[in-house]
Every structure is written in C-alpha cells, then in structure tokens.
C-alpha cells in the first residue's frame, strides 16, 4: 500500500513544503514500512509512527500498537527514525516480523525532539 503525505495544522513553523510517500507492504516475513520526504530541515531528526486512525481523524490518532496499552516502543510499535540529509530529504526503511492486518491506517511524522508537533500524515487505502 502506497500513501501521499499531507501537512498537519500542527506541524512546527518552517514546515511548510514538506512532501513524499509512504509504503506498507506485509508478507510471509511480517510487515515493512518505508519513508521518503523532502523539505525538511537539513540535519534534524525525524520520527514515524503507524496510526490507528485515518489522517482526518484527529491527525491519525493514537499509535497502532500490536498489543493495545502494550508498551509504546517497538517491537509492540513500528517507529521509523531518520535524519534528513544536507538537502533536506530523508528516506528509511523498517522491518517488523508481524504483520499489522488492516489495524495500522495511516503514518505520521514528526520532529524527534518535538513528537506532539506532527508534521504529516499519510494514509494507507487497503
């Protein structure tokens, strides 16, 4: 599954021509993510997170969590972290031996340092 990123009303100042495209694919080895944006602040780091909730729904909702209450860090989370590069575009991959099911929704991004700051979202049509 493919998604375009869209802004938030929440994303910091400076955050205004962000854009990419997100990928959910799950197989036989579980589930992987994949990131790629531009306009980023050059050298920052970001963070991803699967959503539970649609974009439109309070900008993605709470977190997917393999195990609801469970613990909010991976493997029970699927985070993304990347740093942008020089040019501002920041692009990862990650892999989780679960598969999501059609639980995970959407995909958020935000600045590490600021999670409450969410930039983009983008939403996986199943």
């Known amino acids: 599954m493919k998604g375009a990123f869209k802004m938030l009303d929440t994303r910091p100042p400076g955050m205004d021509n962000v854009k ?3 990928w959910l694919a799950q197989g036989s080895k579980g589930t992987t993510v994949t990131v790629s944006l531009t306009g980023l602040k050059p050298g920052h780091v970001y963070m991803a997170h699967l959503h539970a909730q649609h974009c439109s729904a309070d900008n993605g ?3 997917f969590q393999f195990k609801k209450g469970g613990p909010a860090m991976p493997p029970n989370e699927i985070h993304l972290m990347f740093t942008a590069d020089k040019s501002g575009t920041g692009m990862t ?4 031996s679960r598969k999501t099911g059609k639980g995970a929704v959407a995909i958020v991004i935000h600045p590490n340092e600021a999670q409450d700051n969410r930039i983009a979202c983008a939403d996986f049509d199943f």
Request: proline residues 0%.
């Open 61 to 63: 909702g709470e977190h």
């Open 20 to 22: 990419g495209t997100a």
């Open 93 to 96: 991959t990650v892999d989780n």
